[in-house]
């Protein structure tokens, strides 16, 4: 894991407006010579940032970017959070520290080995979405991890909805979705000890603004905050709202188990009511989605029979359109 040096941090909070800085005026504001701007340059196109030079005009990014705050983040909710430049995965960093207490997070500008659901990469680049794990025990292991995710699910969307618009949805089981394309998704991981409390760690990826670059290197149908909006929206910002919804739902799941949410996920739901099809490695079932229940059970109305399905694995398509 990496943090940029202060003088790299002053740069690229220069560049992040995407206009124009000349080698000269950067040097004078870091007291450094133009060549030793040049080389940070380089440091910081290493991250994956397309700085662009013209001669006679100096250096920019394609376009404006928003930067993760971290006092300002930690001023908002709390010191027991670290942002990273550059990690591997944020979930991997959880994994590996100490000590460590429910609601610690880790949040990255980027990662270079992000994990998605079913082994596969969670397309990461510099500055353009974001990526951050949070630390959670719970005292019982009973339904734990379904219960979580979903939990994690309605969250963050109700912390994306209530701050921008409603237009966000869930995909069973917490695939965050607009109009049948991936904005986000969830990867909740349990470790450490078989009896005992349980440790849990909840990695978020959020699209915010797609690079151009990097759209192709994304496998399915997705989408981002920007395009939703039709606005830049401030990361630091969104963090804020996500983390601190995220931890109350924690505390009130600690408290009052899925019950809770259970309303909520179904009014969130992208495919209630909706003919769905459920695959899994084995077998394929056909039928009217009817949301979740108490115990995290997906529920498939087929012939007038309501069957449970269980178990994070299954990926969901619409009836005739594959949606991811
Ligand atoms: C999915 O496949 O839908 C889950 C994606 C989860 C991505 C996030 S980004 C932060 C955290 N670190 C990772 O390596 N993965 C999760």
Same mark, same amino acid.
């Not at 430049?85 to 591997?88: K, L, N, T, W």
């Not at 980027?110 to 080995?113: E, Y």
């Not at 739901?269 to 009511?273: E, M, N, P, S, V």
């Given at each position: 894991m990496k943090k940029l040096d202060p003088a790299n941090q002053l740069l690229l909070a220069q560049l992040a407006d995407g206009r124009f800085h000349s080698g000269e005026e950067l040097g004078e504001m870091l007291s450094l010579s133009r060549a030793s701007i040049s080389k940070r340059m380089a440091e910081l196109r290493r991250l994956g940032l397309d700085v662009f030079s013209v001669k006679g005009k100096g250096y920019r990014l394609p376009y404006p970017i928003s930067l993760l705050d971290e006092s300002r983040l930690k001023a908002s909710i709390g010191e027991n959070l670290q942002v990273w =430049?550059? @990690?591997?995965s944020t979930n991997d960093l959880l994994k590996d520290a100490a000590s460590l207490t429910s609601g610690d997070v880790v949040l990255a500008e !980027?990662?270079?080995?992000g994990r998605g659901r079913r082994g596969q990469t969670w397309v990461s680049p510099f500055g353009a979405h974001l990526y951050f794990s949070l630390f959670w025990q719970l005292d =019982? $292991?009973?339904a734990a991890l379904q219960g979580l995710s979903l939990v994690t699910g309605v969250a963050v969307a109700k912390a994306i909805n209530d701050w921008l618009g409603d237009a966000v949805r869930l995909k069973w089981p917490n695939d965050l979705y607009h109009n049948g394309r991936k904005l986000g998704g969830i990867l909740v991981e349990m470790v450490g000890q078989a009896n005992g409390p349980v440790n849990i760690i909840i990695g978020v990826g959020l699209n915010v603004a797609m690079p151009p670059e990097s759209a =192709? $290197? @994304? #496998?399915q149908p997705w989408v981002d905050l920007q395009q939703i909006y039709g606005q830049q929206v401030d990361r630091t910002e969104l963090a804020n709202k996500v983390i601190s919804a995220l931890r109350e739902a924690l505390a009130l799941f600690a408290d009052r188990g899925l019950a809770a949410f259970v309303d909520d996920w179904n009014r969130l #739901? !992208?495919?209630?009511?909706q003919a769905v099809v459920l695959k899994n490695e084995k077998s394929q079932q056909v039928g009217i989605c009817r949301g979740i229940e108490g115990d995290g059970a997906l529920l498939l109305e087929a012939g007038g029979q309501v069957t449970r399905i269980y178990g994070g694995e299954l990926s969901m398509r619409s009836h005739d359109n594959a949606l991811g």
């Open positions: =430049s550059e @990690v591997g !980027c990662q270079t080995a =019982s $292991r009973h =192709s $290197r @994304v #496998d #739901d !992208c495919f209630w009511g």
